[in-house]
């Protein structure tokens, strides 16, 4: 069977209530109902007993109406309910204008950093036919552009939203891993390889270590035989234990293969978190971060040590906890030297550079945030803490580099500068402002090192190939299947 973790739904159009009314149509259709009755706000809210600005709100879209509202407003512009909350629109002008309402408030138009254009009666019939037109060729061209990596960046806006809105703790999973933590006996303290082999021995598999795992994969399990197979001499990045446990993770959560990309991306965050759920279990890391709450001594490397885990496991696992149980809203990057972000997680708001699409893996980092000072800071031994002034709020971070595979990266979490209190670091005097999305901020080279060099230099750019090709094909994005069915027959029980 597959997964019955249930997941918050992805947020939806900012037109559309969680209800699932449609509250810029119902403003419209409202709209044409009462200039037809001849009636102004004033008048209609005189009939109600409402506010005209209360009216006004509704019917730009940007209020529901309570039922018994609706039914007022319903019976005085000589209409019905049923009719107010129709999905079509009552006519074309009215479409044109529920069109561009909708257009002006998706993250398509937010990146492009246009003003907004007042929808009203006064704006022409023939400006609102350009304007729709526009966004839809824009939003074709885009999406025509975006054809080969459009599916991941689609999956990860989803899942991240998903992540978002359930501040990133999924009970079901810690209560999953804490259940088999304790069907092996385990009541504290680092999750040993010893213990991390009981539970593959309670769950019935054997582990089998060889040198010559498929390249495409970092574990392999033979659920025929009941085997797991892991690599001797796996890249320092990857913890054997936790390879081991989000193979493990696959098993007890009931994966099956996935029926496209989003699946796959979902099934890795949730076999992630049931791992990290086991290395860093809810009651221990709870308690121990409530201590360094209480001792205003937070700090990811503390917690990092206290589980013999990595910093960047340990900072994911402080975005699990952190709002569910301290009460906490945070962010998390991981960004290449290059200034681009490979990971991202978000609940308190922060500003993350995004796409038309709202993704933000892939995109460029303002210079002026602690995960890009940090890779300039000579001190590698210890935290690098600031506070960084930006359109969103002010913002403390604290950051490390670690060297991957793939490079240099820096990893970092974030809180909204009401929350620096309860963390050590907060005395730092290092202290930044940063203007994105703005492009005179750091988009754009200063005036003066532009008029020397403009057009006097001509870089050999670094060809990101991975940014042309097409997904990788077959249900195991990446994975050579032929190549594994080749390894499981040369590799008898």
């Known amino acids: 069977m597959t997964s019955t973790t249930p997941h918050a739904p992805p947020r939806g159009d900012s037109g559309t209530q969680d209800d699932g009314v449609d509250v810029i149509s119902l403003g419209r259709r409202l709209r044409h109902a009462r200039k037809a009755k001849g009636l102004t706000l004033s008048a209609l809210g005189e009939l109600c007993g409402t506010a005209p600005s209360q009216l006004s709100l509704i019917e730009n879209g940007r209020r529901e109406p309570?039922?018994?509202?609706?039914?007022?407003?319903?019976?005085?512009?000589?209409?019905?309910?049923?009719?107010?909350?129709?999905?079509a629109p009552p006519t074309r002008r009215a479409a044109l204008e529920i069109a561009l309402e909708r257009a002006q408030r998706g993250p398509l138009y937010e990146s492009l950093g246009l003003p907004r254009v007042r929808v009203s009666s006064r704006l022409p019939t023939d400006v609102l036919e350009s304007l729709v037109g526009l966004q839809g060729e824009l939003e074709r061209r885009m999406e025509e552009q975006a054809a080969t990596p459009e599916e991941a960046r689609r999956a990860n806006t989803e899942l991240r939203a998903e992540m978002r809105d359930c501040n990133n703790y999924y009970p079901e999973l810690e209560g999953q891993a804490q259940e088999l933590l304790d069907a092996v006996g385990h009541r504290d303290g680092p999750l040993s390889h010893h213990v991390a082999a009981d539970l593959a021995d309670h769950l019935g598999f054997r582990l089998r270590f060889v040198s010559n795992l498929p390249h495409s994969t970092r574990s392999l399990t033979d659920l025929k035989n009941r085997r797991i197979f892991l690599t001797h001499g796996g890249q320092v990045e990857h913890d054997p234990r936790s390879v081991l446990l989000q193979a493990l993770g696959h098993y007890v959560l009931g994966h099956q293969t996935p029926r496209d990309y989003s699946e796959f991306l979902r099934q890795r965050v949730y076999t992630n978190y049931f791992a990290a759920a086991l290395l860093m279990p809810q009651r221990q890391t709870v308690d121990f971060l409530q201590r360094a709450k209480a001792a205003r001594q937070l700090a990811i490397e503390d917690l990092r040590d206290a589980f013999a885990v990595s910093y960047e496991s340990a900072a994911h696992r402080f975005t699990n906890l952190a709002t569910e149980h301290l009460g906490l809203t945070t962010h998390f990057q991981k960004v290449h030297a290059s200034g681009i972000i490979h990971k991202a997680y978000e609940n308190d708001g922060v500003n993350f550079p995004s796409d038309h699409l709202g993704a933000i893996e892939g995109q460029t980092i303002c210079r002026s945030w602690t995960s890009r000072v940090v890779f300039d800071v000579p001190d590698k031994f210890r935290a690098y803490e600031q506070y960084t002034d930006t359109v969103a709020g002010t913002f403390w971070c604290t950051a490390r580099t670690e060297r991957h595979s793939a490079g240099l990266f820096s990893l970092s979490i974030g809180v909204p500068f009401e929350h620096v209190r309860w963390f050590r670091g907060r005395d730092t005097t290092e202290r930044n402002q940063s203007r994105c999305p703005d492009d005179s901020c750091c988009r754009r080279?200063?005036?003066?090192?532009?008029?020397?060099?403009?057009?006097?230099?001509?870089?050999?750019?670094?060809?990101?190939?991975?940014?042309?090709?097409?997904?990788?094909?077959?249900?195991?994005?990446?994975?050579?299947?032929?190549?594994?069915?080749?390894?499981?027959?040369?590799?008898?029980?």
């Not at 200063?446 to 090709?469: M, V």
């Open 66 to 87: 309570k039922l018994s509202l609706l039914k007022q407003l319903a019976a005085a512009v000589d209409s019905t309910t049923d009719e107010l909350l129709g999905s």
């Open 445 to 493: 080279p200063p005036e003066g090192l532009a008029a020397a060099w403009e057009g006097q230099a001509w870089p050999a750019a670094r060809a990101n190939t991975h940014l042309l090709a097409a997904m990788p094909s077959g249900a195991f994005p990446g994975v050579d299947e032929t190549e594994m069915y080749r390894f499981l027959e040369a590799h008898p029980d």
